[in-house]
């Protein structure tokens, strides 16, 4: 397989692949979240805060996989 | 720091210590490159005079006097003006006029690492040694400047000529990477091919915005708190209601710290909030959806707590936190592996920081970049009907989705970087801070 044509396979199939696990932790984080706040409203702000930088932590591995791509981007050619 | 105000002597200082070392520097030059002795010193000069007008310009501001307008355009005029008049003389070269601008600003950060391990400024009377330290460090510069200048002649015209290449290679990989929506500049450029300016400001247009986005946060602040009153108006009070939220939801997390370190996680905050939200303005851009600006600001984040983990912690107490403080047999031997792990991941985190701000805001601009594309193409190929309804909605869709990218996003580097910081904070239970505070 060319250089090119693999690089041009794999990018969008690793930017998938990020998104996948990303997706699931994301999930589960907001699954126990939104079960915390369900139980106990009033912690609300604190959990939110925690949430929300969980979800950076989560979410950044797509943002790796989509960086790379952007690096690579132009050598598919 | 409790000695009324160290910082204007540091200054002082600092600028005397930068010209003893810039001297020397151009002495050992002076022999063989004139000229370069020559930019160094103009670089040297340069620097102290901005450092003089910040000095000036900072304490007009802070004491509410008049002609602050008169000292930041006298600061404009004078120290920008002299780098580029310097920069457009075609005698002078770059690098030293860059390394004599250089020299007070790391003679500051030397300070300031002694400042952080603890020294306090009396130490800083003591002067022999400094000053011994100094000529060493001059000394051994100013050898390897006269060994580098003996046998690098070659050498410099190759990496010349491979600047020069990469320079030509520059433009056409950029002409690959994904395109952008034209902002004004780019349009100005377009009209007016020709103008130096204009072309120099489209080729920089990152720092522009940037610059356009912290004038319009200064503004508003000034707006809002020109005349503060017990009783705000709507205006001061939607400010004040911002940034108390932030703080809060920093506070949070620092606990009894936040007072010390809220103005630069605030700033940071509505840093790149103003930027964020720029972008949506059309005609213009996000300065964060280029890796330099966010990588700017991650490094400053990431000094900032190293300096204060440093600080807080002392010398000691930073490797210990660095090898993941082991107080026992087993922790002792995994040290090897623990110390280069705990650095990677304090160095992995300007990288993470960057690289997640700058994805986010480049990802969504790209995504309403396609969508506005696909509407052009549409409208070029007469499908009025398919194009202008269903992609004005989908765009405008996702200008919302933009909307809350750059609020959460801008929330996400503030937080994270309260984050670091408190992992480098004493904590509340070893309450070293009393002891701290007696003396």
Partial sequence: MLFPAALGLGLPLG????????????????KGAMEAMGRQPEILPKLQVAMIIGFGFAEALTIYAFVTMFFLQGRIG | MDQARPGRDVLDRSLRTSWIVAGALALTLASTQPYDALALLAGEVISTLHFIFLRKIVKLFTEKRGGLALAIIGKVLVVY???????????????????????????????????????????????AKGAMLILAVVGASALATTAHAQTSGPAQKEHSAAQAASAQAAPAASHEAATELPNWLVLLHDFNP???????????????????????FLFVSWLAMRKPKMVPGPFQNAVEWMVESLEDVAGGLLGSHIERHFPIIGALFFYIL????????????????????????????????????????????????????????????????MLPVHILGELAKPVSL????????????TLIVVFVSATALCLKAGLTALAVPPMAGI?????????????????????????????????????PEEAHASH
């Fill in chain 2, 194 to 216: 020709g103008n130096a300016v204009i072309g120099w400001l489209e080729k920089n247009q990152i720092i522009v915005f940037a610059w356009i986005a912290g004038l319009l």
């Fill in chain 2, 81 to 127: 003006g002299g780098l580029f008049a310097l920069m457009t003389w075609d005698k002078i070269r770059y690098a030293p006029l860059c390394a004599g601008f250089a020299i007070p600003f790391a003679v500051l950060f030397l300070k300031s690492m002694q400042l952080a391990f603890g020294a306090g400024p009396a130490s800083l009377t003591r002067r």
């Fill in chain 2, 395 to 431: 765009t405008a869709l996702f200008m919302m989705l933009q909307t809350l990218t750059s609020i959460v996003q801008a929330l996400i580097f503030s937080l994270l970087a309260t984050v670091y910081l408190y992992m480098m904070l004493p904590h509340e239970e070893h309450a």
């Fill in chain 2, 274 to 337: 103003t930027i964020n939200l720029l972008g949506i303005i059309p005609g213009m851009k996000s300065a964060t959806s280029s890796l330099d600006l966010t990588l700017a600001l991650a490094l400053i984040t990431f000094l900032y707590v190293q300096f204060w983990g440093i600080r807080n912690l002392g010398i000691v107490g930073y490797l210990d936190h660095l090898a993941g403080s082991p107080r026992d047999a087993i922790g002792w031997m995994m040290l090897p592996v």
């Fill in chain 1, 15 to 30: 930017i998938g692949f990020a998104a996948i696990g990303s997706g699931i932790g994301i999930g589960l984080l907001g």
């Fill in chain 2, 354 to 365: 960057s690289c997640r701000l700058f994805g986010n805001i480049f990802g969504e601009d």
